[in-house]
């Protein structure tokens, strides 16, 4: 069964490569990319082609790959110089996740204000000639998912579309499956984890608040064409030893698969 686990569910700097053999000894067959994803880190040529090289040793495909909006290099800065960097960190993460196989660059936006757009009118081009989308990503406010909208409609689905982070989406006053639901149709990516409606966990799934009945009909509905993909931590989970922890992760990946496979066949 076709899976995906975020790299960084234990940390997300440093050499990955324990962390994706250890991902693929437990059977998953995709990963969302997720190291440095609050950095400036710019990846090298040689980087990207040792990560290429991991994933055909490991059987591995990338699925996405969370981008960074940056510390310093921000694409949503006042600052010009700021943000032309930030634009040129967003493109780096594109041509990484097209050198590697993925057509989806997951960011978040906090506000859409007028650097915001003029970041995504100039990285418009350089997405369509590498054949990747950008999927905004909600975050735990509750104005987020406006803000979110508001940039959609302004945008081609061909070029923007929504990445449903599930534990975000659960906190205090975010109603995240409402609005997932207005917004289903713009769906290319997901970010399954669970909490207890209090704060950001990224807990496994099926183990906190999140009514994962009602999400799985949404995504059964929805423009989403891949597979389950979870964005866990270890850290929030009692037993921290790797392989227990991924093998649950695996076997709650093909739960929610079947309840959504069961949502399209209804």
């Not at 050499?15 to 693929?24: K, S, V």
């Not at 905004?136 to 959609?152: C, D, K, T, V």
């Not at 990224?202 to 608040?209: A, E, R, V």
């Not at 597979?227 to 030893?241: A, F, H, P, Q």
Request: aromatic content about 10%; proline content about 3%; some cysteine.
């Amino acid at each position: 069964m076709e899976l995906s686990i975020t790299t960084d569910y234990a940390k997300d700097t440093g050499n990955p490569e324990p962390y994706l053999r250890r991902i693929a000894e437990a059977g998953f067959s995709h990963i969302h990319w997720c190291h440095h994803w609050n950095t400036d880190f710019l990846y090298s040529r040689y980087e990207i082609e040792q990560i290429q090289h991991w994933l055909q040793e490991f059987h591995l495909q990338l699925l996405d790959l969370h981008g960074s909006s940056g510390v310093e290099k921000n694409w949503a800065s006042s600052r010009e110089y700021e943000r032309l960097s930030g634009v040129e960190l967003v493109q780096n993460r594109i041509a990484m996740a097209a050198h590697l196989g993925s057509g989806v660059v997951i960011m978040h936006v906090w506000e859409y204000s007028e650097p915001i757009k003029r970041s995504l009118d100039e990285l418009e081009p350089f997405a369509r000639a590498h054949g990747v989308r950008i999927a905004l990503e909600n975050l735990g406010f509750p104005e987020s998912f406006e803000i979110i909208a508001q940039i959609l409609a302004d945008y081609s689905p061909d070029y923007l579309g929504l990445c449903y982070d599930a534990g975000h989406g659960n906190l205090s006053g975010c109603d995240g499956l409402t609005w997932l639901e207005k917004l289903k149709d713009r769906l290319i990516s997901v970010h399954l984890h669970d909490n207890d409606g209090q704060s950001d966990q990224h807990k496994p799934l099926f183990s906190g608040t999140i009514d994962w009945e009602r999400l799985a009909d949404i995504m059964a509905r929805s423009s989403y064409e891949k597979c389950v993909s979870m964005e866990l931590s270890i850290r929030n989970v009692e037993n921290k030893d790797e392989p227990t922890f991924l093998q649950r992760a695996y076997q709650e990946g093909v739960r929610l698969t079947e309840m959504i496979r069961a949502h399209r066949k209804g």
